[in-house]
Structure formats: structure tokens, C-alpha cells
């Protein structure tokens, strides 16, 4: 009897310990469960505003469950190649022209997630105080990307150093002056060059993140700026995670009125958002 009793006592006690080491098990795997995994979110952008935008976001982002990864670039070609090749999540640098012009060379199935802010285009010297200065034949430089070209010649237009053919536009190349008063010769850069172009020419149409980024003040040291400018800059994914939910957290951590204080502070009408 008392071996029985005994075997009837080891068996429960052996019992209770296994059911002690289940509850211990539950207990230390119950932080990983109630405490969701970050998800990563690579972001690729261009340093100034966009990638200083996104650092600001970050730390809100980290509390709602998303790790922002910012990657910057240099250059306006490789973000959407990147995301398109899904090195990215979604990238932060363009405007919508931009963005359409790429994919339809490039064939590549990008969409706009949302606009954030714009950046005016302004027409810089480091020879001359004012346009009026401008010699015959002055050296102007533009951008060499299609959208940013046309841009960069409507800006010129709307200073009245040139005039445009007919429905010209966004697309203008510098084929496609009616008029050339001060016959401006028309050289065009690469966007992230422009600055040191200043150095060779008279004149520059330089895109505000990059005229920043060189420590030139789209307000202050600009001869003439872009106003009203229509061409926001955008949060681009693939098409198709237009609604994963870690991306439409990012977009929506962009356009808070904390984000739009920053913007206004920190770049005193050089960048002006877009909501």
C-alpha cells in the first residue's frame, strides 16, 4: 500500500512540474506575442528635404509598429529603378511628371501614393544681382531630365527672358523657343550638378532640394522662383501596395500638422507642403 500511495504521489508531483514548465514556457514567450514585430519599410530619397522629412517621422513611425529605413541617394535615376527592382518599399524625391515620364520610358509600374510637399524651381547667379544684368548671349543652365528641362524653360518664360512655341510645356526642350531675345545659350546639366555649374555660367535653373543641399536659399538668394508651383512631391510604391498598411502609415505620418510646422520653420518658404 504505502508503495502505491508513494507511486500515486510521484506521478501527480511529476505532473504539477510539467504543468509549471508549460506556464513557465507561456510567460516568456507572451512579450513576443503582446509586443508586435516592427515591420521594415525602406524608403529611398534624395537628403534634402526628403530624407531630413522622413528622419523627422521616424521616431512616431517606430511607435506604430514601422522601422523606417531611409535610404538616400544622390541622383534622380536609381530610386525608382530600386524600387522597381524591390530594393525599396517606396521612394520620396519626385513630382508626378517626373514619375509618369520615367515609367513610360523605362516601362516601370510605379503609382503615386500621395503628395507631400513642393520645392520651387529658382534661377540662381553668382555673377549678376538681378536678370536684368544678363548679358547677350549668357550661358544658362538647366536640367537635363525631360520634365525638369520643360519645367526649368517655363520658369525662364515666366521671367521674361524667352518665350515658347505654341503648347509647349512641361515636354519643351530648347528646340522649342519662338523667342530668344537675349540669345540665351542653353546648356543643360545633370539636376545635381546645376549648383557647381553656377561656377561656368551665368545662370542656373536649379530644383530647390539640390540648390539646399549646395547651402543656397530658394527665398533669399534665388533672382527669380517658381510661384504656385504645381509639382508636388510624391511617396512612390509599386503598383499594387498602394493600401499595405506599413506604407499608408508612412504617407499619413508625412502630412501630420507637426510635419507642416517643421516644414515651415525649418525652410521658410523653400519647401511648402502639399496638404
Known amino acids: ?65 514601422v522601422d523606417l529605413q531611409v535610404i538616400e541617394f544622390t541622383d534622380y535615376v536609381k530610386p525608382n529603378l530600386s524600387l522597381s527592382d524591390k530594393e525599396l518599399d517606396a521612394n520620396f524625391f519626385q513630382h508626378i511628371p517626373f514619375l509618369e515620364k520615367t515609367c513610360q520610358e523605362r516601362n516601370l509600374k510605379l503609382v503615386v501614393l500621395d503628395k507631400i510637399h513642393i520645392e520651387p524651381m529658382g534661377c540662381y547667379s553668382k555673377k549678376f544681382k538681378n536678370l536684368k544684368e544678363l548679358p547677350d548671349g549668357a550661358k544658362v543652365a538647366i536640367p537635363n531630365d525631360p520634365t525638369n528641362g520643360g519645367r526649368s524653360l517655363m520658369l525662364l518664360e515666366a521671367a521674361g527672358l524667352l518665350k515658347l ?9 530648347p528646340n522649342d523657343l519662338a523667342a530668344n531675345p537675349k540669345n540665351l545659350k542653353i546648356i543643360e546639366v545633370e539636376s545635381a550638378t546645376l549648383p557647381r555649374a553656377l561656377d561656368d555660367t551665368d545662370l542656373a535653373v536649379i530644383n530647390s532640394n539640390f540648390a539646399m543641399e549646395a547651402k543656397l536659399n530658394p527665398v533669399k538668394d534665388s533672382l527669380f522662383i517658381e510661384k504656385d508651383s504645381p509639382y508636388a512631391n510624391v511617396i512612390a510604391v509599386r503598383a499594387g501596395d498602394e493600401k499595405r498598411p506599413e506604407l499608408v502609415k508612412v504617407a499619413k505620418a508625412l502630412k501630420t500638422p507637426e510635419v507642416k510646422k517643421f516644414i515651415e520653420d525649418k525652410y521658410k518658404g523653400a519647401v511648402v507642403p502639399a496638404f
Open 1 to 65: 500500500m504505502k508503495k502505491l500511495i508513494y507511486g500515486i504521489l510521484t506521478v501527480a508531483l511529476a505532473s504539477l512540474m510539467m504543468v509549471g514548465c508549460g506556464g513557465g514556457e507561456k510567460k516568456a514567450a507572451a512579450p513576443a506575442g503582446g509586443e508586435a514585430k516592427k515591420v521594415v519599410v525602406k524608403v529611398g530619397a534624395t537628403p534634402v528635404p526628403h530624407a531630413e522629412l522622413l528622419n523627422f517621422v521616424k521616431p512616431q513611425l517606430a511607435k506604430d509598429g
Open 165 to 173: 512655341k505654341e503648347g509647349k510645356g512641361i515636354t519643351a526642350t
